[in-house]
């Protein structure tokens, strides 16, 4: 099991905001990352320390947190944006970097 | 825009080492560090370890015991091998780039470019 925790599944509509949200022990003092995979295809850094969007990433896409929860935020969702999101902080004895299992956002 | 090419065998026999080598391409090997990251059919992503431009390595303490990363910066090439392999061995391998020149902790490294990943089958 996974020491960062996200629901396993996330619905919304076309248009709609979608909310993953990432919970673990070492966030109370590590940064969480977003990542989003697409089928076949490698993993992509969306969200860098929870609030910075890399280049190229588009603006609908936000970061939050709320004490040792973090929130990835989509915006005005798109059928593109649906993949499997993963959060990565680190292990609870703050040792090595920890992926979630997943969220799989399906748009409606 | 940096450029990791994952290569090697796709194909292992259990109980012997799995071999993987990440070419950098468009980019300075020495300017960063570096990881594998894996990831089992239909599983999520595990890492495995970390490796700086000056060898220094880190690993994952459930792999530890049987992995060993090197990097050879005038080939811009960083390796994998992990030894004693089983069935639970076979995963898609990532290499990855760490967006740092030091780390201290990996507990607070992230990953900006992967590779495409090479799928790497342990068979009986």
């Known amino acids: 099991s996974s020491e960062v925790t996200q629901p396993p599944s996330v619905s919304v509509s076309p248009g709609q905001t979608a909310r993953i949200t990432c919970s673990g022990d070492?966030?109370?003092?590590?940064?969480a990352y977003w990542y989003q995979q697409k089928p076949g295809q490698a993993p992509v850094l969306v969200m860098s320390?929870?609030?910075e969007r890399p280049s190229g990433i588009p603006e609908r896409f936000s970061g939050s947190r709320s004490g040792t929860t973090v929130t990835l935020t989509i915006s005005g969702v798109q059928a593109e944006d649906e993949a499997e999101y993963y959060c990565?902080?680190?292990?609870?004895?703050?040792?090595?970097?920890?992926f979630g299992g997943g969220t799989k956002l399906t748009v409606l | 825009q940096v450029q990791l090419q994952e290569s090697g065998p796709g194909l292992v026999k259990s109980s012997e080492t799995l071999s993987v080598t990440c070419t950098v391409s468009?980019?300075?090997?020495?300017?960063?560090?570096w990881s594998w990251i894996r990831q089992s059919p239909g599983k999520g992503l595990e890492w495995i370890g970390y490796?700086?431009?000056?060898?220094?390595?880190n690993y994952n303490p459930s792999l530890k015991s049987r992995v060993t990363m090197s990097i050879d910066t005038s080939k811009s090439q960083f390796s994998l091998k992990m030894r004693s392999v089983t069935a639970a061995d076979t995963a898609m391998y990532y290499c990855?780039?760490?967006?740092?020149?030091?780390?201290?902790?990996?507990?607070?490294?992230?990953?900006?470019?992967w590779g495409q990943g090479k799928l790497v089958t342990v068979s009986s």
């Open positions: 990855v780039r760490v967006p740092l020149d030091i780390v201290l902790m990996p507990a607070g490294i992230w990953f900006d470019s």
């Open positions: 468009g980019g300075d090997i020495r300017t960063y560090s």
């Open positions: 490796i700086n431009n000056r060898g220094d390595t």
């Open positions: 070492a966030l109370s003092n590590q940064y």
């Open positions: 320390k929870e609030t």
């Open positions: 990565q902080s680190a292990d609870s004895s703050d040792t090595y970097p920890v």
